[in-house]
């Protein structure tokens, strides 16, 4: 690997880079789906291949290609160069990192159970055991599970001497359960509350499926009765399983610093931050802290180094409700006069070219221990959200929208009854500045999601958002079926 | 990588005489190409790629396996032919398994342009200058992406499928802001052809759109009539696709089912100015005449004067129910008609013209109610003239209630929808009606 590396990082130095980087990576998946009594898709997939990154001049030039041969790669940095150079004179700001901080080094996604030495069977069991427990109870009509893995195998080498081999590893099982009701031909849709993570077949292992296909199908047979919600301002009591996700829209794509500075702003969009926000912006109450992390344990966007060879580690975003930092990459930390880049470059493939990814963004639990049961009985006049459901937010993260799995009354300190048709809108500095209560430590869940997309051409990212319990105060409240017309 | 259909033709052969199995296809698809990304008025990043995808399906009685790879020499062949075999043996029997297809007609598509597959980066840096010149003169800042691509699909079979299609594309699209950030307007365009983008004209689009939307003012939430342009069609549409499917309305689980297993097929369901087609050989959006396990994609009439015609059907769910098989659409057209924008302005009393949306989501599949927001050049109507930009919003509104409403069509135009993937798609700009909005957005 590293004889093949040379070959490209010399082609580049030799013809004019500045700097040059060479990803060698091996993607291998394994997709697997079924429905009802029947399995619907085996799919083993695996893809390698390299790419070239090349600064020439100031100006960026890659080049990747599937034949990780040496004639191949160093023909990836002339190519490279071609690109770099055809760029060139649109360049007029020269890209400058932050300064080097060569590394040798090796790491692996800590995992007792590779999915890849699994066998088959006792996925494929487990798949249609989730579809006939939901399927036992009354009312579920359809049921759909799946699993799917990746074990990346990734070597870096840059002309700063660093050289980093990595094995990472990801599971993401799920289901849904759906019911129809034939008279009134409503159908409620109810999906898994289990999370993908950067762990092997070990995290499969530790949820209670069956428990968990028999409580789903309950509850979106119970949606069929659910109350409709009234509309209006109320507080919100929101579950980590749903939190993650307002966590990942308002907090954790708004502090991405490409954002910030305008690269994504053709796609993804801008941000309301500005860079001089940064140690002043009152972004929450005085109770929120969030932290990006990708150190942290079983989380997806957890590494040993990020895609241009930089150390991850854990730093602060936001400090007791100010924002104090950003997400950045070697080049968006020079170009703010950082000394070092938080180690957010990633690409999603061998064939794409690094940039400004999320990292685990997560809300830390409250001091005190306070308990989920303690914050419901806490709130007067609520509603309660569980799971991730609809979500839309604008291009510089102002105004979203969340919808949910299932929605709970809360009055006087209990659940009274399942509403539906419920969705929340608000604007993001009003939502996290109105945050008045948060759970313990006993209450924090990881959440997080295989695919998050951002870039042209567009790549996907996974990424994880821990949180505890949290309530927010006079949030406003949809009813999103007010004003239905008749059906399709 | 691109293969010519006789180098298509020997791998995938290759791969059918390694197989031991029942049955199998193999599907080789490859591609290269080259895109410039830009922000801030210069090149951020810029590549070229190049790479194929080969995937191998066995079938042993009634099961059946799958196994990729990008890795094309003889020895990575035979390994994915016996990777595809260990799976499929391991694979519980699946009740709803078809046979694989044998030889089958497809329509001619032509979809291929030399100088698009040949474009060099120093081509796309041109359009790229081009664009963001315009910009510039104006002391506006531009973002963007532009790309072209060369791509293949083969497929072939043990029972004599034999399939190939080729295609190229390039786009440019790009947004161009004020420096204060109080204006923003966007402009974009996708072809087989890279010649057809003309870069200088999108960038005066996206430019003059900016400049306009400066000194935007915010209306209330609310019903509003919408003019929307056919990129904001595109973006509606693409939702529609997803649902149009026989097994789950048949299952009661689409806005196009109906109680006791029945479906909206033969009602009125849009508009009577509606039609909606695919055609693959469309010159204005070519695309594959097959689908991945090789049926033919042919003409089809999905909704026409309003009328749902069509559902897209399984061959295993044609078998069960007696009906056509019908893959999903790999283009997508809406018939236009011949009200040019302005005259549909002229023709509006109060009302908002919308470039393009952002961010939509479904929020109730019952009704394909869905959530998102305008973006990049949103405008008031009043008495006949675009009076002012208007603050963006966001929408709670179904395509289905926006297909109802619609009382004007301008001429189709290609486009690419924002979150239609590669589906190209031919609509007009069309007026609606009555489209809800239901709360005012910060964004710029």
């Known amino acids: 690997m590293l004889d093949l590396a040379s070959v490209a990082l010399d082609a580049a130095r030799a013809r004019g880079a500045t700097y040059a980087d060479i990803r060698i990576n091996r993607y291998r998946t394994q997709t697997l789906r079924a429905r009802e009594h029947r399995v619907m898709q085996i799919l083993d997939a695996e893809s390698f291949g390299a790419g070239v990154r090349v600064l020439v001049e100031g100006a960026w030039g890659f080049a990747a290609s599937s034949r990780v041969e040496k004639e191949e790669v160093g023909s990836l940095a002339e190519r490279a160069i071609a690109v770099a150079r055809a760029n060139r004179p649109l360049k007029r700001t020269p890209v400058l990192l932050t300064p080097p901080a060569p590394v040798q080094d090796v790491w692996q996604t800590p995992i007792t159970k590779d999915p890849f030495r699994v066998p088959l069977e006792p996925k494929l069991d487990l798949l249609l055991a989730i579809c006939r427990e939901a399927l036992s109870v009354r009312g579920a009509t359809f049921c759909e599970a799946s699993m799917s893995f990746v074990r990346e195998e990734k070597f870096f080498a840059s002309t700063e001497g660093t050289v980093v081999e990595q094995v990472l590893v990801r599971s993401n099982p799920t289901f849904t359960v759906t019911s129809v009701n034939p008279e009134t031909g409503m159908f409620q849709a109810r999906r898994s509350l289990a999370r993908p993570a950067g762990m092997g077949y070990e995290s499969v292992e530790a949820h209670p499926w069956l428990e968990e296909a028999n409580t789903a199908a309950e509850e979106a047979v119970r949606k069929h009765e659910a109350v409709p919600v009234e509309p209006g301002r109320r507080a919100l009591v929101l579950h980590p399983s749903h939190l993650w996700l307002t966590i990942h829209e308002s907090i954790g794509h708004p502090t991405e610093l490409d954002r910030i500075l305008g690269y994504e702003a053709n796609f993804a969009g801008t941000s309301f931050v500005k860079p001089e926000d940064r140690g002043f912006l009152r972004y929450a109450s005085e109770i929120v802290s969030v932290v990006g992390d990708r150190t942290q344990a079983g989380a997806l966007a957890t590494a040993g180094y990020d895609d241009e060879g930089v150390r991850c580690r854990r730093w602060d975003i936001i400090r007791d409700g100010v924002l104090v930092d950003f997400q950045t990459t070697r080049e968006q930390a020079a170009a703010l006069g950082m000394e070092r880049s938080h180690g957010c470059s990633h690409a999603d493939s061998w064939e794409s070219v690094p940039f400004q990814r999320m990292p685990n963004v997560s809300l830390l639990p409250g001091r005190r221990e306070i308990t989920a049961e303690e914050v419901i009985e806490a709130t007067e006049d609520g509603i309660y959200i569980v799971g991730d459901g609809s979500f839309s937010i604008d291009h510089q993260r102002y105004n979203f929208q969340f919808g949910g799995q299932t929605f709970w009354e809360i009055r006087g300190g209990r659940i009274t009854r399942m509403l539906r048709d419920v969705a929340y809108q608000s604007n993001t500095l009003d939502f996290w500045r109105s945050c008045d209560l948060i759970g313990g430590e006993g209450t924090y869940e990881v959440g997080g999601t295989f695919t998050d997309g951002k870039g042209e051409p567009s790549q996907s990212n996974p990424v994880s958002h821990g949180c505890p319990m949290a309530r927010f105060r006079g949030v406003n409240i949809l009813n999103t079926a007010a004003g239905r017309g008749g059906r399709g | ?444």
Not at chain 2, 20 to 26: F, G, H, I, Q, S
Not at chain 2, 199 to 213: I, P
Not at chain 2, 381 to 409: H, T
């Open chain 2, 1 to 444: 990588l691109i293969l010519g259909p006789e180098e298509a033709r020997r791998t995938l052969d290759a791969c059918l005489r390694a197989s031991k199995a029942d049955a199998a296809v193999a599907r080789l698809a490859g591609g290269a190409g080259g895109h410039v990304r830009f922000a801030l008025g210069e090149p951020t990043t810029a590549g070229v790629s190049s790479g194929a995808r080969l995937t191998v399906l066995s079938i042993a009685g009634r099961r059946a396996g799958e196994y990729t790879t990008n890795q094309l020499d003889a020895a990575s062949i035979e390994a994915a032919v016996r990777s595809s075999e260990a799976l499929a043996r391991l694979a519980p029997e699946d009740p709803e398994l078809v046979p694989p297809l044998g030889p089958q007609a497809y329509l001619p598509v032509e979809a291929w342009a030399e100088p698009t597959a040949a474009a060099s980066p120093s081509l796309r840096a041109d359009l790229v200058a081009a664009f963001t010149r315009e910009a510039r003169s104006r002391r506006l800042t531009a973002a963007g992406l532009c790309e072209s691509s060369a791509a293949f699909t083969a497929l072939a079979g043990a029972a004599g499928l034999w399939a190939y299609h080729r295609e190229t594309r390039a786009g440019l699209t790009g947004t161009i802001r004020t420096p204060a950030g109080d204006g923003s307007g966007w402009a974009g365009a996708t072809s087989v052809r890279i010649e057809d983008l003309d870069a200088q004209q999108l960038g005066r689009v996206a430019a003059s759109k900016a400049e306009r939307s400066v000194g935007a003012k915010p209306l209330p939430p609310g019903r509003y009539t919408v003019i929307l342009d056919p990129a904001a069609v595109a973006d509606l549409l693409a939702f529609l696709l997803s649902f149009m499917d026989a097994r789950r309305t048949a299952e009661g689980r689409t806005p196009f089912s109906r109680p006791g297993g029945a479906s909206a097929l033969g009602e009125k369901i849009a508009a009577g100015v509606v039609t909606l087609r695919s055609d693959p050989a469309a010159a204005a959006a070519p695309s594959a005449p097959f689908d991945a396990e090789g049926s033919p994609v042919g003409r089809v009439t999905w909704m026409e004067g309003g009328l749902l015609r069509t559902l897209s059907t399984t061959r295993y769910w044609a078998g069960r129910t007696g009906a056509t098989h019908v893959p999903p659409p790999t283009n997508f057209l809406m018939t236009g008609g011949t009200t040019a924008t302005e005259s549909m302005i002229r023709a509006t009393t109060r009302g908002l013209l919308v470039t393009r949306f952002w961010y939509i989501r479904v929020v109730d599949p019952q009704t394909l109610l869905l959530t998102g927001l305008t973006r990049d050049g949103l405008f008031l109507i009043e008495k006949g003239e675009v009076v002012s930009a208007a603050r963006n919003l966001r929408f709670n509104e179904s395509p289905l209630q926006v297909l109802a409403r619609v009382d004007m069509l301008g001429p189709a135009m290609r486009v690419r929808a924002a979150g239609g993937g590669a589906v190209l798609m031919e609509v007009p700009a069309v007026r609606s009606h009555e489209f809800n909005f239901t709360s005012v957005s910060d964004a710029i």
